[in-house]
């Protein structure tokens, strides 16, 4: 039987491998080496050549199922995450995982927990009923995160968070490094009289603080008490910090430049300078944190940020657990940290003379 198009169908309209194998005048068994992997060897380049060429004019594609049952694998990985989907960056990571997986003929079936325990419990043990591959558990901000039951009864690994009881292998932000990267940056612009805005106790505010301090101490430079600022994460966090800072200050006697939390208290920051009538960069630089879309690079003046490398994490910790499947070992526990690059921009600059 064929279609309109002259081409070979079977009862269900889909062209099989048989179908292939008779156009191409070959055995099945030839057909099956091609496409599962095998034909180095056992066929000629010709013929192995006139046979997916015999593919292509069907439009025969293997049947993914039934690859999976012959080798005990889905082709699909699961992605549970807490409450990604309300982040400005998820679709960086998301969009990294995806394409990683698709490069390797898998597909991702993700699910948001929404932060609720027991729903990631829940979304594990589905992914398992559905013999996914393995699970990546990724997180909407860096944090050490309960594991999910059921998530050690098969490959798994972590995104942007870190697991409470160190039994997985994560890939997170190098949040130190990026914090040492900030500060050199303003040293190199002649900065010493520098501050932080924003922030409070978790992981990426006392890393990026402290990889500031490192950078700015083996210069000898000292962030006095004062000008460190924990005021959250927020725009007007930045802003009344901003103000608390520079409001009565005389520009002798105020930092020269500030390192924000992240790019929503840098735009406090921003917007606080302006009220206040000093400009950006010429008596203030403001750095900021996270290169959020939409966002920082449409302040006034742009901002210098540096960026979380969102789309990095979700490719690496796909390619982890992908060698993980392929080799049948699970990696070792350790953590991954991705470098957190600088985006330049216009509100760094030299250092004011006052």
Same mark, same amino acid.
């Given at each position: ?155 798994? +690994?972590? =995104?942007?968070? #870190?697991?409470?009881?160190?039994? %997985?292998?994560?890939? $997170? !932000? /190098? @949040? ?88 929503? +208290?840098? =735009?406090?920051? #921003?917007?606080?300078?302006?009220? %206040?009538?000093?400009? $950006? !960069? /010429? @008596? ?32 690496s910790a796909t390619r ?27 509100s760094v600059g030299p250092?004011?003379?006052?």
């Amino acid at each position: 039987m064929t279609n309109a198009e002259g081409r070979p169908t079977t009862g269900t309209g889909r062209p099989t491998s048989r179908d292939v194998a008779r156009l191409a005048g070959v055995s099945h068994t030839a057909v099956s080496f091609v496409f599962n992997g095998r034909a180095e060897g056992n066929l000629s380049p010709a013929t192995q050549e006139r046979i997916r060429l015999a593919a292509a004019q069907l439009g025969y594609r293997p049947d993914p199922v039934a690859r999976g049952l012959r080798r005990r694998r889905t082709a699909v990985i699961g992605l549970v995450t807490d409450e990604i989907a309300s982040s400005p960056f998820a679709g960086r990571l998301l969009r990294g995982a995806m394409e990683t997986a698709w490069a390797s003929e898998h597909l991702v079936l993700t699910i948001d927990s929404g932060g609720d325990p027991a729903k990631e419990d829940a979304a594990v043990a589905e992914l398992l009923d559905r013999r996914v591959d393995g699970i990546i558990y990724a997180a909407m901000s860096l944090r050490r995160v309960r594991v999910p039951e059921g998530l050690h009864r098969t490959h798994s +690994v972590l =995104a942007n968070c #870190l697991p409470e009881d160190g039994s %997985l292998s994560a890939v $997170v !932000p /190098a @949040e130190r490094a990026g914090g040492r990267t900030a500060a050199r940056l303003l040293l190199d612009h002649g900065h010493r009289r520098v501050a932080y805005i924003g922030g409070l106790d978790d992981i990426a505010s006392v890393e990026r603080l402290g990889g500031f301090r490192d950078a700015l101490r083996a210069e000898g430079v000292t962030v006095p008490k004062e000008w460190v600022l924990r005021t959250g994460g927020e725009i007007t966090g930045g802003h009344d910090g901003a103000v608390r800072l520079f409001g009565d200050a005389e520009p002798a006697r105020r930092p020269t430049a500030v390192f924000c939390y992240n790019d929503r +208290v840098a =735009a406090g920051v #921003l917007h606080a300078a302006t009220r %206040l009538g000093i400009a $950006v !960069p /010429a @008596e203030l630089s403001v750095i900021g944190y996270d290169d959020q879309e939409h966002m920082a690079a449409f302040l006034t003046p742009s901002l210098t940020t540096m960026a979380l490398p969102h789309r990095q994490m979700g490719e690496s910790a796909t390619r982890l657990l992908l060698d993980a499947i392929t080799t049948g070992r699970t990696p070792p526990a350790t953590v991954r940290r991705l470098a957190c690059p600088v985006v330049p921009r216009s509100s760094v600059g030299p250092a004011p003379t006052v």
